[in-house]
């Protein structure tokens, strides 16, 4: 498995990325479940944040922590209700937006064992 700090350049840097994030809105923009959470009628914001993070965690640019600082990520969703429904509907959206990214086998399996934990260490509410 590949070391997460490497694992940015190792898949392609930040067009990967960009069109792993861009896809998924996509399929949050045609989601009855998530769309009604994202405060911000525009989603776009929302997008580039979580790409931000994501290619800081994975080993890319820091820009996420020089912009919003540390991310205290389960603080951040608290004022979502974040139950098994919305957890299931946000990785309904990742796991097609990782399929479509171009990812190897290997890549595609680590950063998709990486969305299920964050996803359900996210959740907030049992129902
Ligand atoms: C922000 C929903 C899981 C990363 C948000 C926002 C919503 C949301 C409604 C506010 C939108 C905004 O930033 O304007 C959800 C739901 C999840 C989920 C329903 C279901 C489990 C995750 C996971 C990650 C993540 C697993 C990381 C892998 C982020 C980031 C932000 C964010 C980085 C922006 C935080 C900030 O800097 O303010 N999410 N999220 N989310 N989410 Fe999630």
């Known amino acids: 498995?590949?070391?997460?700090?490497?694992?940015?350049?190792?898949?392609?840097?930040?067009?990967v990325f960009d069109k792993l994030v861009s896809r998924f809105y996509e399929?949050?923009?045609?989601?009855?479940?998530?769309?009604?959470?994202?405060?911000e009628k525009d989603l776009g914001p929302a997008e580039v944040r979580l790409r931000m993070f994501l290619e800081q965690y994975w080993g890319g640019p820091r820009t996420y922590s020089d912009q919003?600082?540390?991310?205290?990520?389960?603080?951040?969703?608290?004022?979502?209700?974040?139950?098994?429904?919305?957890?299931?509907?946000?990785?309904?959206?990742?796991?097609i937006a990782v399929d479509e990214a171009g990812f190897d086998d290997a890549h595609r399996e680590q950063i998709w064992?990486?969305?299920?934990?964050?996803?359900?260490?996210?959740?907030?509410?049992?129902?």
Not at 1 to 15: I, R
Not at 27 to 39: F, H, I, K, R, S
Not at 121 to 127: L, P, T
């Open 68 to 95: 919003r600082g540390h991310p205290r990520l389960r603080m951040r969703h608290n004022p979502y209700k974040i139950g098994p429904i919305e957890r299931d509907a946000w990785l309904r959206c990742m796991r």
């Open 113 to 127: 064992q990486y969305m299920t934990y964050a996803a359900a260490s996210m959740q907030n509410s049992d129902f």
């Open 1 to 15: 498995m590949t070391d997460p700090q490497n694992f940015y350049a190792e898949v392609g840097g930040a067009p």
């Open 27 to 39: 399929e949050v923009a045609a989601d009855d479940v998530l769309l009604p959470l994202y405060p």
